[in-house]
């Protein structure tokens, strides 16, 4: 029994050994079998990640090498232009052949459209293991938007210009489609618009010019003073006879030439100022380097300022203007009147509005002179009635005294009517300029002077036109001038936002819209006060302002509240830099006044002309639009 017990047990165990093995073996072969899975799944997904991964990067080097494409063919476009104007030229010619674009076009289409061009470098040496990349251009176009004089006559073309001609701006509108492509079938597609800006400039050796001119104009502006200019876009020539001071709190775009009589230009670096004879300057990390798209100018001789406004005031009484001696009593007397064709008193006044006309044998009023003349303080509304009639409306205490100047009254000879309280007064004929040889009409213009201050000049409200159509007027105040609201022109003259006229920039011309209608505004001693009453801080002035003479200290200066958005159509004239109390300013530079055109008697620099001094051209690109039409 025991022997049988003892077999049996033997038997099990070796039974139980046998089953062990075989789940090891088991265990074992499945293990083998997931690691052979997860093998396979990781080779799976790297060639996965290696295709995709690849396919993507074909797509990128696609992607750069159109884009590079583009500034290939807009930077040949740029060469090409500037290598048409000649090393030297003059104001008597244009300087950039007309059809050049055509034939710019055209090279393009040749030279980079024909087929793909491989990215230079890439691939090779050093950029060996750098992934290919090549670009075609498959359509460019190129055409001249405008051409417009800088000085000249008055209606002076780039195809006809007359006169002493200090430049041309040109804008060409262009448009690119470029196609990159890497290894691989991949490709990649982008278009590219915008405009393409040359500006050939011409500095006279010396000319005679308004200073309406400038875009900005600053007579004392010392270098490394501690002040620097507000960034920001500048239209418009710009000249200081002092320097300019450029610090880092934003960017600085000059569109048009910037010069000053100091040889160098003052960099502020938080301290620091560096006098340096050039347009950018670094220190440590910080760079400034303004924009100067027509170029910087320094060391230039200083421009004359107007020693005073002797001229102004003489224009109301004779149209003519004569800054030789002051006007007197006796010459107001023995030119203007009052409503009452009263004249002036030979003692004086402390207020009132006068008028140069004359009184026939039957009482019947001439207009004899050249505006409206004001003594004493006086706030000023500008208006327009109908298509032809400017409306001045001056309040003096508790006297208002409306001045109706209608051109083409009276079959077209014209008409001023005056009305305070129950008197009116109608005198033929309006405010003229005349010839100073022949003493004849030369045509409408208007000068009003203000023997005092104008504590505030405006529109009539908000976005409501102030300078009717075809009216050239200039108003001068022989202390301040505050401006308490909006004054516009009934028609704009040129665009304040880019695209106004599509594929131009803000402040380009526009069509048609050149009316004669201009503003200008002057001291001589005191400045333009801003005290902006329009409740949503906003402020618009068409008009160029002057506070400008030998002896003057003035500038544009806020003496009011915070204004929000500050836009200028005309261009200001100082003796100094003062605060304007800001957010935003906007001036755009009156492009007409670059052609020898100007408010009437505004003041000016006269320097005998003499011959051309240098010629240069700059270029500058702005980018419209930029599309990846590439489906991933």
């Known amino acids: ?126 950029a060996a293991n750098s992934w290919p990349a090549s670009y075609k251009i498959s359509s460019a176009s190129l055409t001249l938007a405008s051409c417009t004089v800088v000085g000249g006559n008055v209606g002076a073309t780039c195809t006809a210009p007359t006169g002493v001609v200090t430049g041309y701006r040109y804008i060409y509108n262009y448009a690119l489609t470029a196609t990159g492509q890497a290894q691989g079938t991949q490709t990649a597609t982008i278009n590219d618009s915008g405009s393409l800006l040359v500006n050939a400039t011409l500095v006279s050796a010396s000319s005679t010019t308004s200073f309406a001119a400038w875009g900005m104009f600053i007579d004392k502006y010392t270098i490394c003073d501690g002040s620097t200019l507000v960034p920001g876009t500048i239209s418009g020539p710009v000249f200081s006879n002092g320097a300019w001071n450029f610090g880092t709190s934003g960017q600085y775009i000059f569109t048009d030439s910037v010069g000053s009589v100091n040889a160098k230009a003052g960099y502020q670096f938080n301290g620091a100022c560096d006098q340096v004879a050039g347009t950018t300057d670094k220190k440590g990390n910080t760079t400034i380097s303004p924009t100067f798209q027509a170029g910087f100018n320094l060391g230039q001789p200083s421009v004359p300022l107007p020693p005073n406004d002797y001229n102004q005031k003489r224009a109301v009484l004779d149209g003519i203007g004569s800054s030789s001696s002051p006007v007197s009593k006796s010459d107001l007397n023995n030119y203007v009147r009052d409503i009452n064709k009263a004249k002036y008193p030979n003692s004086g006044a402390a207020s009132g509005v006068f008028l140069p006309y004359t009184v026939d044998g039957s009482g019947n009023a001439t207009f004899s002179g050249g505006g409206i003349y004001v003594e004493g303080n006086a706030n000023v509304t500008l208006s327009t009635s109908g298509t032809t009639m400017q409306v001045y409306t001056i309040t003096q205490g508790s006297t208002t005294t409306t001045i109706r100047i209608d051109p083409a009254a009276n079959g077209g000879s014209g008409q001023t009517q005056v009305v305070s309280g129950s008197t009116t007064l109608n005198i033929q004929g309006v405010p003229q300029m005349r010839d100073p040889a022949t003493g004849q009409p030369t045509g409408y213009d208007s000068m009003m002077y203000v023997n005092g201050s104008i504590t505030a000049l405006s529109g009539p409200g908000q976005g409501v036109p102030a300078i009717q159509d075809h009216t050239p007027v200039t108003i001068t105040a022989a202390n301040n001038v505050a401006i308490t609201g909006d004054i516009l022109y009934k028609t704009e003259p040129v665009t304040q936002t880019q695209n106004q006229i599509p594929g131009t920039p803000a402040d380009t011309l526009i069509p048609g819209n050149d009316k004669g209608q201009v503003l200008g505004i002057f ?92 010629a240069s051209a700059t270029t500058t690109v702005q980018r419209v639009q930029w599309v990846n039409r590439t489906s991933y």
């Open 1 to 126: 029994m025991r022997q049988n017990m003892a077999k049996l047990s033997k038997s099990l165990r070796k039974s139980a050994g046998g089953d062990q093995r075989g789940v090891a073996l088991i265990t074992t072969l499945l293990l083998l079998l997931l690691l052979t899975g997860l093998s396979l799944a990781m080779v799976i997904s790297v060639r996965s990640d290696m295709l995709i991964n690849g396919y993507y990067r074909n797509f990128r080097g696609s992607f750069y090498a159109a884009d590079s494409g583009l500034n290939i063919a807009r930077q040949t476009m740029v060469n090409q232009i500037v290598a048409a104007i000649p090393a030297t030229f003059t104001g008597t010619t244009q300087p950039i052949p007309a059809g050049t674009e055509s034939t710019v076009q055209t090279y393009i289409t040749n030279t980079y459209g024909a087929s793909y061009h491989p990215i230079t470098g890439a691939g090779q040496a050093q």
């Open 523 to 614: 001291t001589a001693t005191g400045d333009i006060q801003l005290n902006n009453l329009q409740s949503n801080k906003n402020l618009e002035i068409d008009a160029s302002l002057a506070t400008i003479s030998q002896s003057g200290t003035g500038g544009v200066v806020n003496t009011g509240a915070a204004i929000n958005t500050l836009n200028i159509v005309g261009g200001r004239i100082q003796n100094s830099i003062k605060s304007i109390g800001a957010t935003t300013r906007n001036v755009f530079f009156d492009r007409r006044f670059g052609q020898n055109f100007a408010p009437p008697w505004f003041p000016s620099t006269t320097v005998s002309v003499g011959g051309l001094l240098s």
